[in-house]
């Protein structure tokens, strides 16, 4: 990996960091990946087809994105999770405005399916999202087991949007 890092402060400490597109091995970031996505089959549907986006501070993975064409302008967010031990730091906010950066005029909506959450709906919604829609049962259907999030059972997925 090439020493093309971005420092930054947080929190008053200096920080070195790097984004780099995975295009082969992808699964080499599947334990960051079933942060998300707990089920490897339904990451499955998706990664071949996705983009996606490795955050490192030094050597180390600490974020992780995958993004798809929707079609009609719309850039969907599949999967975005964050190493335990370096969540609520600023990571993912930090990579999803490098998505939006990177894909702004190339497409007009930035888009992501979540679960009814309190952990992952006030993330988006705090850096501009705006719930669009719902679709019912989408984890009861579509998943071998029941998903759980903070104690609360994923029903429906959440649509939200954000313009680019």
Do not use: W
């Not at 089920?39 to 983009?51: H, I, T």
Request: charged share 25%; with cysteine.
């Amino acid at each position: 990996m090439s020493n093309n890092y971005e420092i930054f402060y947080y929190g008053g400490i200096l920080v070195a960091m790097k984004i780099k597109k995975i295009t082969t091995n992808k699964k080499q970031y599947l334990s960051l990946l079933l942060l998300a996505d707990e089920q490897e089959s339904m990451v499955d549907k998706y990664l071949d087809r996705g983009k996606m986006y490795v955050l490192f501070q030094d050597d180390t993975a600490i974020s992780e994105c995958v993004v798809t064409d929707e079609g009609n302008k719309i850039l969907e967010i599949k999967n975005l999770a964050t190493n335990p031990d370096f969540q609520h730091q600023g990571y993912a906010q930090k990579l999803v405005e490098f998505i939006e950066q990177k894909y702004r005029g190339q497409f007009d909506i930035l888009q992501v399916g979540t679960g009814d959450s309190p952990l992952t709906l006030p993330f988006y919604e705090k850096i501009g999202f705006k719930v669009s829609g719902r679709k019912r049962n989408f984890f009861v259907d579509n998943y071998d087991h029941p998903i759980f999030e903070a104690g609360k059972q994923l029903v429906d997925m959440i649509y939200l949007q954000k313009r680019l």
